[in-house]
């Protein structure tokens, strides 16, 4: 039987995360958060001491053994055996990852790793290319966003706790620039897939949006039954 895969795209802080997450849960499906791989690759560009637009990098990738296991209502990842899930948010990391992920040949081996994770398991994805690039032809695609104010206070909400010298404004204007940075880049930029079923959720809550999507999905499945019945 051929596996499915649900797609979810969309900017930074849209919520993708914990959608993804619940919406996996509430499907019994695993759940891969792509940006992960893309950190993951980057805590050994940076453990090796590569610079982060060598030619290496893409080399990093393709010795990357990435499993996933649930646990405590949380998604871990493991590299080669290793539970690196704690660094993957490292500020360091943060900084190296979209240079790494800008490079084509580091794309086609994170592709490998994606298609290989999907292999045997349903899946809900998340990312930012993942219904355009990925699996166009997966047959839920959502793009999750919300406006930049709202997504800026969510970040802000974060961090704020972690340092209360943290500013919103300073937030604000960072998220600005990383939409514009993933919108223009040359490689994969983030862009709503065709097919796509668009979600504002700056007014719901994760429970709301997951809700929402899971309409989405059962109407898909029926107006695909009713089509299948039709022609055949
Ligand atoms: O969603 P995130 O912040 O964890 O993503 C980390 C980086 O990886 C970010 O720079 C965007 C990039 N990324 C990507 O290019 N393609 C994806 N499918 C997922 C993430």
Redesign the pocket.
């Known amino acids: 039987m051929e596996t499915e895969v649900i797609t979810i795209d969309g900017p ?1 802080s849209s919520g ?1 995360n914990s959608v993804g997450f619940l919406l996996a849960q509430k499907l019994g499906y695993q759940y891969i ?4 791989i ?2 993951a690759g980057s805590i050994f560009v940076l453990r090796n001491n590569i610079s982060p637009d060598s030619e290496k990098v893409a080399e990093v990738f393709k010795n990357l053994q990435i499993e996933t296991k649930t646990q405590d209502h949380e998604v871990r990842f493991l590299v080669n055996g290793e539970d690196i899930t704690d660094h993957l948010h490292d500020p360091e990391v943060t900084k190296t ?2 240079i790494v ?1 800008a490079i084509g040949e580091v794309r086609e081996e994170v592709k490998k790793i994606q298609y290989n994770l999907v292999n045997s398991k349903n899946t809900v994805m998340t ?4 219904g355009s690039e990925i699996f166009p032809d997966a047959m839920h695609k959502f793009y999750l966003t919300a406006s930049v104010e709202v997504r800026a206070q969510r970040r802000f909400k974060q961090l704020v706790e972690k340092d209360p010298k943290v500013k919103y404004e300073e937030i604000l204007k960072s998220m600005e620039d990383r939409d514009e940075k ?1 919108m223009t880049r040359e490689v ?1 930029p983030l862009r709503i897939p065709e097919d796509a079923v668009v979600i504002d959720n700056s007014d719901l809550t994760i429970e709301q949006t997951v809700e929402k999507m899971l309409k989405y999905i059962q109407s898909n499945v029926i107006a695909n039954e009713v089509k299948q019945s039709g022609s055949g």
Do not use: L, N, Q
């Open positions: 930074t993708k958060d792509s940006g992960s893309y950190r990852v979209p992920a990312g930012r290319d993942i993933d994969s």
